[in-house]
């Protein structure tokens, strides 16, 4: 196996030689570096080591260069490697300039000159990223193979559960002569997909969730049958009590009915998250949360869906879909929440074929050179289209009130207004779809003077609404008229109908009407609906689960 190549180009030899003794002195045993004077003559050497067939794990570009600047050449380069991670060399004087280019070659870091000492300013950097290439799933190496067609909503359900675990697969269209090959061999034909071959040879048809989990390698079934404390829901607050539980000795499990995230997860860059200057991902965010909650020992288990919680004297018993259950001394509620559900006539029709609940990233290649509908007005919207704007020929963002000013970031916006192919529609939302076995128009309704316009469009991404799922709670925990779960001074007073404190002590500040079962992040009543905090509650969950046990 070759070594992965690190690159870095800057016109400046002085300095394009400093950066290389710096790079070969730390990474020299495991990685080859290269260095180019020019943006042209780094664009040949990535050529060459692509043709060789060798692996790109970094790529360091100066941004002042003539004839081609640092940016221009990144955004040459990634179609060549576009899982190498890409770093910015800038003055002091050049921040704005990297700070824009975190949108336009979705930069992972910018590196200021001088980088001396490099064991402060270098390496902790090039550790990250080097670390984040080495987990990434490469898409070329993947061995399970999807074959399905566009507009067909099953095989879209398979492909993103794969996308959202993070499980590279191989996606093969129906049509093409592999496609009708393995369709063939499995007895299938086109009206049968998604047809799912996976790395072993077994071939699955139109699997379900928890049969796919199992064939790719994801854990569905626990180890044990009691625990400490069982999370359920894999968003940013179960993670983050996932962590804290198991990094301070308890018997922790995570219960994730779709797949680690949640919806932060499906964000294509959190720029305003403490401790990313440059912005970082959802899957990013995720996959280090994930392998870090796995590093101090918690289970992971995916495909698998809680549907009873039940009090049994001291302990606490879940039980799943599938008939089984288990035990724990407490729970931690993180099941987050969903996006609304589009009313708009035939919308539901076209779920998975045209209409996309989230940022289906994996589309957007799909989606090139096309019009692309986007329906909210809050951050998760807001990422999206600066995502889709790189591919799009058109994003129109559909938003119900008149601007953006009450319920987006002050620095999304700011982007926005400046990506010359997004257009705002204020005031607007969907009424209608319609098309021939999948989206081809929409019917847009102005809602102030209801006037109804008809366009054409093959792609929109809904992102508005917070829906609970906690119906399966009802009877069990308090919880307020729209289904989010009630904590400690919020649970309702005696005489009220609804589930309420049982004990003489007061609950504690997450705690739901059930003691010992606590709620963090989206799903409890009037929590704050951002990344950073819902973090935080998960992590605060795990100081009163032990609060919780020393009294027992």
């Not at 987990?135 to 399970?144: R, V």
Request: hydrophobic share 45%.
């Amino acid at each position: 196996m070759p070594k992965p190549t690190i690159l870095t180009v800057d016109d400046d030899p002085g300095v394009s030689r400093a950066i290389a003794r710096d790079l070969r002195r730390r990474y020299g045993e495991r990685y080859r570096v290269l260095r180019a004077v020019s943006g042209d003559e780094a664009l040949e050497a990535l050529r060459e080591v692509k043709l060789r067939g060798e692996p790109l794990a970094v790529m360091i570009a100066d941004y002042r260069m003539p004839t081609m600047n640092g940016v221009q050449f990144l955004e040459a380069a990634m179609d060549l490697f576009p899982l190498a991670r890409r770093v910015l060399l800038t003055a002091y004087a050049d921040t704005g300039a990297a700070i824009d280019a975190i949108n336009v070659v979705d930069l992972d870091h910018y590196l200021l000159k001088p980088w001396t000492p490099p064991e402060e300013n270098l390496y902790p950097v090039l550790d990250t990223l080097l670390e984040l290439w080495d987990t990434a799933p490469d898409p070329d190496a993947a061995e399970t193979r999807i074959v399905g067609h566009r507009w067909s909503a099953p095989s879209f359900v398979v492909r993103e559960f794969l996308a959202r675990n993070l499980v590279p697969y191989r996606w093969i269209a129906a049509d093409e002569p592999e496609g009708v090959q393995l369709l063939e061999a499995a007895g299938l034909t086109a009206a049968d997909v998604p047809l799912v071959v996976t790395a072993d040879g077994k071939a699955l048809h139109a699997p379900t969730e928890a049969e796919l989990a199992e064939r790719v390698g994801l854990r569905t079934t626990p180890a044990a049958d009691f625990y400490d404390v069982v999370v359920i829901g894999a968003g940013p607050a179960g993670l983050g009590a996932a962590v804290y539980g198991a990094s301070e000795g308890l018997r922790t499990v995570l219960v994730e009915r779709t797949a680690t995230g949640g919806q932060a997860g499906q964000s294509s860059r959190i720029e305003n998250y403490l401790g990313f200057p440059d912005g970082v991902s959802g899957a990013q965010l995720t996959d280090r949360a994930r392998r870090q909650a796995a590093r101090f020992g918690a289970e992971i288990l995916s495909a698998t869906e809680v549907v009873a919680l039940e009090a049994a004297g001291s302990g606490r018993v879940l039980r799943f879909a599938d008939g089984t259950s288990i035990g724990a001394h407490t729970v931690v509620l993180a099941t987050g929440v969903s996006y609304r559900r589009l009313t708009g006539a035939n919308l539901d029709a076209f779920t998975g074929a045209g209409v996309f609940y989230g940022a289906a990233s994996f589309e957007a290649a799909g989606c090139r050179g096309d019009d692309v509908y986007i329906v909210g007005g809050a951050n998760s919207a807001g990422q999206a289209a600066v995502y889709f704007s790189r591919y799009a020929g058109r994003v129109h963002l559909l938003v119900r009130a008149p601007d953006l000013t009450r319920s987006m970031s002050h620095y999304l916006i700011q982007q926005i207004e400046a990506i010359p192919n997004i257009e705002i529609h204020p005031c607007t939302e969907v009424a209608a779809g319609d098309g021939e076995g999948h989206l081809e128009r929409l019917t847009l309704r102005d809602n102030r003077s209801g006037s109804d316009t008809t366009v054409d469009a093959a792609w929109l991404f809904v992102f508005i609404g917070a829906e609970p799922q906690t119906q399966w709670l009802e009877g069990v925990v308090a919880r307020d008229g729209r289904g989010f779960v009630l904590t400690g001074p919020d649970l309702p007073a005696a005489g009220s109908r609804s589930p309420r404190w049982p004990l003489a002590r007061a609950p504690y500040h997450l705690e739901t009407s059930v003691p010992g079962v606590f709620a963090a992040g989206d799903v409890r009543a009037e929590s704050v609906k951002r990344v950073a905090s819902a973090v935080g509650e998960g992590a605060m969950a795990v100081t009163l689960v032990h609060r919780y046990l020393e009294t027992q």
